[in-house]
């Protein structure tokens, strides 16, 4: 959802108060059962949503009744569902392996340690490549001045929402790896996106 809303009087877009979840659930799934099934979960997630996109954007096509009131303001709000499902299914898929790299990395040069601390940073990156890609495609139309803003405020939002969701996922990954017996390191691990163990 690319709504821009306005809170405390500062401008930001309404997804980077849910999206940023899912980097979460991406950094849970590579610290406990390595790069290679967070690979695989990227893709699915990245082929779902071109899919759910492109549904959405044929159903658009078809015609509307001369009488519903709501036609054009339909077509506004989802005239550029297509475009945008191709930008996202390119700046997403490569926001999440950039965050379950540095995840991954960190994993093996802290010896395991510091989830909380490799979970924020990923993210953080993750994100930022996340926002700069997407970001003049979404909000073009508006003033430099206030794309920068919108930016900083959203990126902003992310920052908070890594360090609070930290604590429920370290939570998650303690609990799991006790009860699974599970800690997968990837030494060997292939980090080629469109490469695939059989």
Do not use: C
């Not at 996109?53 to 009744?65: A, D, K, N, R, V």
């Amino acid at each position: 959802l690319y709504k821009i809303v306005q809170i405390a009087g500062f401008h930001m877009s309404a997804s980077s108060l849910i999206f940023p979840g899912t980097y979460l659930i991406i950094d849970i799934v590579t610290e406990l059962y390595g790069y290679e099934l967070a690979k695989r979960l990227i893709w699915q997630s990245t082929i779902f949503n071109v899919i759910f996109s492109t549904l959405i954007h044929f159903l658009l096509l078809l015609p509307s009744p001369d009488n519903w009131k709501l036609a054009l303001a339909f077509d506004e709000v989802f005239y550029d569902i297509a475009m945008i499902s191709i930008i996202h299914a390119v700046a997403s898929p490569l926001s999440y392996f950039v965050n379950a790299y540095i995840l991954s990395k960190w994993k093996i040069i802290t010896h395991g340690r510091y989830f909380w601390f490799r979970s924020i940073n990923s993210s953080l990156v993750g994100e930022l490549v996340f926002s700069i890609l997407m970001a003049g495609f979404i909000w073009r139309g508006h003033t430099k001045e206030f794309i920068i803003q919108v930016i900083i405020t959203t990126y902003l939002s992310k920052f908070v929402w890594a360090i609070v969701g930290s604590i429920p996922a370290s939570i998650i990954v303690s609990k799991i790896r006790k009860k699974e017996n599970i800690d997968v390191y990837d030494y060997s691990t292939n980090f080629n996106p469109f490469h695939f163990t059989k």
